[in-house]
């Protein structure tokens, strides 16, 4: 077989070479959706911890809760929005370009989140500006996972696309950690007024350096030989969403399912900081303890990542993915009884096992299973849309928990995690169904007769890709 098309880059180019830059993509991806995702989460912990009391009437703190996690599902719903717009953009104009543009969209409306005024300074204007940020938040976060997925992909060797392509989901939990790790001093030193007036600003503001940090580091990134050689005979699509919709529908539909594996996080962050900390539910976990919750079980998962990635070009992408999405959708009920019994112990107990390792075996593999999916004229485009519209159906979830669960009622960890688990019996079916793609070459994915390489000669693939990185 020839192995320049297993090897993207392999032309031309020595393996030292060719490993460089995989390496330069991988740091790319990792970094950029690192700082893009500290811009996204830290809204997200805001929502779920103090927004409810500064952007909305307090004289109902159901309507309060309700309306601010509602919020948070807004920025959802301009995701699919982005997608189109952002993976047309990514398929024609190449990964580069789509990425660079969406930070810079998303440390914009971030830092201008820090500086708007509260409900009780302009009444009704302030959740009205709050949505219209979040609005520019989520479309343009629409395009960073599938536009550095497919970036990392391009730029790995056959054999190894699971592992480098784990990285950009690697990325996005250091951003948690870090969107967690800033509001945790604040919480802590400040006193609670001080921090409800001004100190919850900080974090929005310092989405300046973010942003200046990611420039800096995107700029530096090369375009994909992929997406190059597509351009070089003529075969960049004009129409890349037409082409998906009419190619690769049903696969489009198996992703969509696929990502409504995004309840755990949301379960994990959103409901389940809202049910701990909110006084009307009357839990009383501290906001400064609760949040360390999120920031034990993303360490966690940094570290699991890409051991579940490199297994994953072992055994393959599905397996994982299934096991992922069937014991973590059951550990919610683990995770929401241990906040019931104010057990602050057992409740990171159980963030870690189900957040921070098992729901890693969804979260580590999608990077590289996702965009493997499609072809490369197409690849950008098809993840986009597919994976955001999933998560934006997921992310209106919290609302709806707050809603028939909401403070005062009994059985929560039950109700919320019955639904949680039907969610994640959805995905591990989608997986299920779904082929297997990590012994297809490059340029063969997204053909529906594409055969995989023979186990035996991918492994000894496998092996020499291994081999020619530890030397370089």
């Given at each position: 077989?020839?192995?320049?098309?297993?090897?993207?880059?392999?032309?031309?180019?020595?393996?030292?070479?060719?490993?460089?830059?995989?390496?330069?993509?991988?740091?790319?991806g990792w970094i950029g959706s690192a700082l893009e995702y500290y811009d996204f989460f830290i809204y997200a912990q805001a929502a779920a911890l103090i927004f409810?009391?500064?952007?909305?009437?307090?004289?109902?703190?159901?309507?309060?809760?309700?309306?601010?996690?509602?919020?948070?599902?807004?920025?959802?719903v301009a995701r699919p929005i982005g997608a189109f717009v952002l993976g047309h953009f990514g398929d024609t104009h190449g990964r580069k370009t789509v990425l660079v543009l969406c930070m810079f969209l998303m440390g914009f409306s971030t830092m201008a989140v820090g500086l708007l005024p509260t409900y009780h300074g302009v009444g009704m204007l302030a959740p009205a500006l709050l949505v219209i940020l979040r609005l520019v938040q989520g479309f343009a976060v629409?395009?960073?996972?599938?536009?550095?997925?497919s970036m990392i992909l391009e730029h790995s060797p056959f054999g190894r696309r699971g592992y480098f392509a784990s990285f950009t989901l690697q990325g996005v939990q250091a951003g948690q950690i870090l969107a967690a790790a800033v509001f945790l001093p604040?919480?802590?030193?400040?006193?609670?007024?001080?921090?409800?007036?001004?100190?919850?600003?900080?974090?929005?503001?310092?989405?300046?350096?973010?942003?200046i940090a990611g420039y800096i580091i995107r700029r530096e990134v090369h375009e994909t030989p992929a997406f190059e050689k597509e351009g070089e005979k003529?075969?960049?699509?004009?129409?890349?969403?037409?082409d998906a919709f009419k190619y690769n529908l049903a696969d489009m539909i198996r992703v969509v399912c696929m990502a409504l594996m995004n309840v755990i996080p949301v379960v994990a962050t959103i409901f389940g900081a809202a049910y701990a900390?909110?006084?009307?539910?009357g839990i009383g976990f501290a906001k400064s303890m609760y949040l360390w919750i999120p920031v034990a079980g993303n360490i966690i998962a940094v570290l699991v990542i890409p051991f579940v990635g490199n297994l994953s070009d072992k055994i393959g992408h599905r397996p994982p993915i299934i096991f992922g999405a069937l014991a973590s959708g059951l550990l919610v009920y683990f995770y929401l009884y241990a906040i019931s019994v104010h057990n602050v112990t057992l409740a990171i107990f159980a963030s870690l096992l189900m957040w921070g390792i098992v729901y890693q075996g969804y979260n580590a593999i999608f990077p590289s299973y996702y965009p493997e999916l499609f072809p490369t004229r197409m690849r950008v485009s098809a993840m986009a849309i597919a994976q955001?519209?999933?998560?934006?159906?997921?992310?209106l979830l919290p609302a709806l928990f707050a809603t028939v669960a909401p403070p005062g009622s009994t059985n929560i960890p039950f109700i919320v995690g019955s639904l949680a688990l039907a969610v994640t019996i959805i995905a591990a079916f989608a997986a299920w169904s779904a082929r297997e793609t990590y012994r297809i070459p490059l340029n063969q994915l997204g053909e529906k007769n594409a055969q995989p390489v023979d186990k035996a000669e991918y492994d000894c693939l496998r092996e020499e890709s291994v081999a020619r990185a530890r030397a370089s």
């Open positions: 077989m020839d192995t320049n098309s297993l090897s993207p880059g392999a032309q031309g180019e020595s393996h030292a070479e060719h490993h460089k830059q995989t390496k330069k993509a991988t740091a790319s409810p009391q500064l952007f909305f009437p307090s004289g109902n703190p159901k309507v309060a809760i309700v309306a601010s996690l509602a919020t948070y599902g807004v920025g959802y629409a395009g960073e996972i599938s536009g550095a997925s604040l919480a802590y030193y400040m006193p609670e007024d001080t921090f409800n007036s001004w100190g919850w600003r900080i974090p929005f503001l310092l989405s300046a350096v973010v942003l003529g075969a960049v699509s004009r129409s890349p969403i037409v900390v909110q006084p009307s539910y955001n519209i999933g998560t934006t159906i997921t992310a």
